[in-house]
């Protein structure tokens, strides 16, 4: 019985070491997406970045185009050189660390994973921030089990703490940081191994918080009247449908990527420098073409601007929703595909954003 209380107390003070770190490298990693994105798109130095805002035109002019090209060369220098596993979006590798390498992870993908997925987002690579996230924050709690000398199942416990951490920083969801945790990270779901996982997102919540605030990820405007019955049969049917679309929309996303990962490596010569810079060039392309035609860039990044736009009801025109909808496919498929560093989840979101905005649009 002692025994297990040592080990309970050991593992709550490392899972609480753990959430520290993971929010302090939530808040530096935010950091560096706005001291890339203002260094390449503004030519500003300055760490200050909202997501939820469009980025104005670059000084740049038609040069920005080559913005994601010069970044993709420090990327692929990164990944190739330091770190092969910083490469993708990182929950894979989490996941390969955990059930084939008894949750070890090397202290440097962290690192490379920090800045390779800054310099992919900040340049304007359609990637998103969470899986990055995921992945330093797995980083920290595997390289904290291994210089404690932990056994196996307390490596991967802290491995998912960093997980739910890191989700819970960046979104201010600890209880879905948890859910993440049990869902994709866990292994084992009991009482040892849960209530450290609590711990580490709680405080990597608060961690946050101090310096971003308790608001959350996107603001919705609230409703200010009822415009039908949810017992209608008629509406909970068009949830149905919607449920079928989103779901077929999930599996093209899912192969889209796999497919333009095969491209590059099958169709593509030259190696991964060459890839991945040819892809990053048609993403510069698309994203210029967006300022040009529609105004703003829309597709690059994270996204959230786009998605606070269809929140709050300021796209709401059919046609041009379904075109980004099909850009943001596109530019995230080149950006993964050619083998940038960046996470799935942001591009999702906005997938779903815009095809529910455009069938709310087409309901009403």
Not at 177 to 183: D, I, T
Request: net charge neutral; charged share 10%; glycine share 14%.
């Amino acid at each position: 019985m002692r025994r297990w209380a040592r080990i309970g107390r050991s593992l709550t003070l490392a899972a609480l070491l753990v959430g520290v770190a993971t929010g302090l490298g939530a808040i530096v990693f935010r950091g560096l997406i706005g001291l890339f994105h203002n260094a390449l798109f503004l030519g500003q130095l300055s760490v200050v970045y909202d997501a939820n805002v469009h980025t104005p035109p670059s000084p740049w002019g038609a040069w920005v185009i080559l913005v994601p090209v010069l970044a993709a060369v420090v990327v692929a220098f990164l990944v190739s050189t330091f770190a092969p596993e910083a490469k993708g979006h990182g929950v894979p590798e989490v996941m390969d660390a955990i059930y084939y390498n008894e949750g070890r992870i090397r202290p440097i993908v962290g690192l490379i994973k920090a800045l390779a997925s800054a310099l992919s987002i900040g340049s304007g690579g359609a990637v998103g921030r969470e899986g990055p996230f995921v992945q330093i924050g797995s980083s920290v709690g595997s390289t904290l089990g291994q210089v404690l000398g932990m056994p196996p199942w307390q490596r991967i416990t802290l491995i998912a703490a960093g997980a739910g951490g890191g989700i819970a920083a960046t979104f201010n969801t600890p209880i879905g940081g948890v859910l993440f945790a049990v869902e994709i990270v866990l292994h084992e779901v009991s009482a040892r191994t849960l209530v450290p996982v609590v711990i580490a997102t709680m405080t990597a919540t608060y961690m946050s918080q101090l310096v971003f605030g308790p608001h959350p990820a996107f603001v919705i405007p609230a409703l200010e009247k009822l415009y039908f019955r949810i017992e209608d049969p008629r509406i909970l049917l068009s949830y149905v449908v919607l449920g079928v679309l989103a779901g077929g929309v999930s599996a093209l996303y899912i192969r889209s990527i796999y497919a333009a990962e095969d491209f590059f490596e099958e169709r593509v010569p030259g190696g991964y420098y060459v890839r991945h810079v040819l892809g990053m060039l048609l993403v510069g392309l698309i994203i210029y073409g967006c300022l040009r035609v529609f105004g703003e860039y829309y597709v690059e990044g994270v996204g959230y601007a786009t998605i606070q736009d269809i929140l709050t009801g300021h796209l709401g025109w059919v046609g041009l929703l379904v075109v980004l909808f099909g850009l943001k496919l596109l530019v995230t498929a080149l950006t993964l595909g050619s083998g940038a560093s960046g996470g799935i989840f942001s591009p999702a979101l906005y997938l779903g954003a815009t095809l529910g905005g455009a069938y709310g649009v087409l309901l009403s």
